[in-house]
């Protein structure tokens, strides 16, 4: 898989997920909610202020009536816990930081009542197609894990693979 292309041909779109937007109100966010919907990759749940979604979901030209997608409304001190408590319920399979801090979405992640907890080493991964590479790049635990023991490093590749 050497670009975004590539990986979009290979996609099972039969196993389609749900991805809850904590704080979906932001207009590049919704920008890739739009094209992941083009492209038929996922479902969403759009947590956040209603109005606001609505009206930056209008600027960048997302129909919020898809039958895809769902908006939450919520205000911004709740939407990190709605969108976690959804992926914690089964409601979504993923949680996505919007607009607000890695801080708060942290902090609703790491919750103990219903927070995504496993025992398991906690890591992100992001997936980068740069013009003029002839490959894709993935990118885990900037920051996150300082220094990971080579148990906590076999976890995070496991958790990437995933």
């Given at each position: 898989?050497r670009?975004?292309?590539t990986?979009l041909?290979?996609l099972?779109?039969n196993?389609?997920k749900?991805v809850?937007?904590?704080?979906?109100?932001?207009?590049e966010?919704?920008?890739?909610?739009n094209?992941a919907?083009?492209n038929?990759l996922?479902?969403f749940l759009l947590?956040?202020e209603q109005?606001?979604?609505e009206?930056?979901?209008?600027?960048?030209?997302?129909?919020?009536?898809h039958?895809s997608?769902e908006?939450l409304?919520s205000?911004?001190?709740?939407?990190a816990a709605?969108a976690v408590k959804?992926?914690?319920t089964?409601?979504a399979q993923?949680?996505?930081k919007?607009?607000?801090?890695?801080?708060?979405?942290l902090?609703?992640v790491?919750?103990?009542?219903?927070?995504?907890r496993t025992?398991?080493?906690?890591?992100?991964?992001a997936?980068f197609e740069?013009p003029?590479?002839?490959?894709?790049?993935?990118?885990?635990?900037?920051a996150?894990?300082?220094?990971?023991s080579?148990?906590?490093?076999?976890?995070?590749?496991?958790n990437?693979v995933?």
């Amino acid at each position: 898989m050497r670009t975004l292309e590539t990986l979009l041909k290979q996609l099972d779109n039969n196993a389609v997920k749900t991805v809850a937007v904590a704080q979906a109100a932001d207009r590049e966010v919704l920008k890739a909610v739009n094209k992941a919907i083009e492209n038929n990759l996922c479902r969403f749940l759009l947590v956040g202020e209603q109005k606001e979604v609505e009206k930056l979901a209008g600027e960048v030209g997302l129909t919020l009536n898809h039958p895809s997608i769902e908006v939450l409304g919520s205000n911004q001190e709740e939407a990190a816990a709605v969108a976690v408590k959804a992926v914690k319920t089964g409601r979504a399979q993923v949680v996505m930081k919007g607009n607000l801090s890695t801080k708060e979405i942290l902090k609703a992640v790491l919750q103990k009542d219903y927070g995504l907890r496993t025992g398991n080493v906690l890591s992100h991964v992001a997936l980068f197609e740069i013009p003029n590479q002839d490959r894709l790049i993935f990118l885990t635990d900037s920051a996150m894990n300082i220094a990971p023991s080579l148990e906590e490093k076999a976890q995070i590749i496991e958790n990437t693979v995933s």
